[in-house]
């Protein structure tokens, strides 16, 4: 995490005040001087709504971290900020880059901490935090609270709450983040599903997952591991192996033979695919499968996946490939092979 910088500027049209410490168009950032854009939420979610939707609007959020100082003027709650805090959370997941809350305040609203909860992450800069609210909007805190801390909240309000589980350490993300900046998007899209996706948990251990679970999941799992692969192509896509072309011969060739399917009985399948298989289109995948797609009564299913000639395991990039979403759609397509066959026993050999 980037070090804090002292923030001071104009207030805007609504009670949130804005400011940013963003160098002027024609004077660029000198080495080593930090860049930040900073809000000050006083209590109210719907004009920092507004204030951080103009702020991504006008890419001034293009920076180090946009850092919201949070200085409530009470603790009382607006209930039409219940309605508000879905907007929010949406404007934070969509920011390119990270969105810190910083509580000053001794006292706020169970809403308030809902909110620094919402952002990537919280700085508390009191000794103390205590947390004023009933009903509803406590236990929303409370549950917020426990899944980002790990600690249990109290139950009453106005009561002190531990704070030191939000605390993140210096070099959280390490080195690799100033190296590559253009990957902390991607990275901040699984961070955010990741916690999304443990605050819609299922309740019980045998109860099914919900839809916005499993989407959050697989946007956290699909975030991270995209956002490692770009950075490693980014790094060596200089060599000239990398992007080296391949002969339409030998794309078709190797396609024809990277899915095989063999009936072994009345409900039992095998099949053979080479990782060659991602050059293949979605139609000739579908065609290829159809015997154990379009046969209900094949229940079981034996997958073998196998090195290919074009793309090996000699690289985790295909040759060819030219940008991000060539390697995307790429790895993308083993995990959708695999959804196709989910609802039969499946049994997969790599």
Not at 51 to 77: F, G, V, Y
Not at 120 to 134: A, C, F, M, N, P
Not at 197 to 225: F, H, I, N, V, W
Request: with cysteine.
């Amino acid at each position: 995490m980037a070090p804090l910088v002292a923030c001071s500027g104009t207030q805007s049209p609504s009670c949130t005040k804005l400011c940013t410490s963003v160098p002027a168009p024609d004077k660029p950032a000198a080495d080593g001087e930090e860049v930040s854009c900073c809000l000050v939420y006083e209590g109210n979610v719907g004009s920092l709504c507004d204030d951080l939707a103009q702020l991504i609007a006008s890419k001034q959020h293009l920076s180090k971290w946009i850092q919201i100082d949070m200085k409530p003027t009470t603790t009382a709650i607006d209930p039409a900020d219940r309605g508000r805090l879905k907007a929010f959370r949406r404007l934070v997941r969509i920011s390119p880059h990270n969105v810190l809350c910083i509580i000053h305040a001794h006292d706020v609203s169970a809403l308030d901490l809902v909110v620094a909860l919402s952002c990537d992450g919280v700085e508390i800069k009191s000794d103390y935090l205590q947390v004023h609210g009933e009903g509803e909007d406590l236990e929303m805190a409370r549950r917020h609270f426990q899944v980002f801390s790990g600690s249990e909240a109290p139950s009453e309000s106005g009561t002190a709450w531990p704070t030191a589980g939000l605390r993140m350490g210096k070099g959280f993300f390490g080195p690799w983040a100033a190296a590559f900046p253009g990957v902390l998007p991607y990275i901040w899209m699984g961070v955010r599903h990741a916690g999304l996706a443990m605050l819609t948990r299922p309740d019980g251990d045998d109860s099914k997952p919900t839809c916005e679970q499993q989407r959050a999941m697989e946007d956290c799992y699909a975030g991270c591991k995209c956002s490692a692969l770009f950075a490693s192509f980014d790094a060596v896509a200089e060599r000239s192996s990398v992007l080296a072309s391949v002969q339409d011969s030998e794309v078709d060739a190797a396609v024809a033979e990277a899915i095989a399917v063999e009936l072994h009985g009345p409900d039992l399948a095998s099949v053979t695919i080479t990782s060659d298989f991602i050059l293949a289109s979605v139609p000739h995948i579908q065609q290829k499968l159809a015997s154990v797609l379009g046969d209900s009564s094949v229940t079981r299913v034996h997958v073998r996946l196998l090195d290919g000639e074009v793309c090996s395991s000699r690289s985790i990039f295909p040759r060819g490939v030219a940008k991000h979403s060539d390697i995307f759609k790429w790895h993308r397509k083993w995990e959708q092979v695999m959804t196709t066959l989910s609802s039969r026993e499946l049994v997969c050999t790599v």
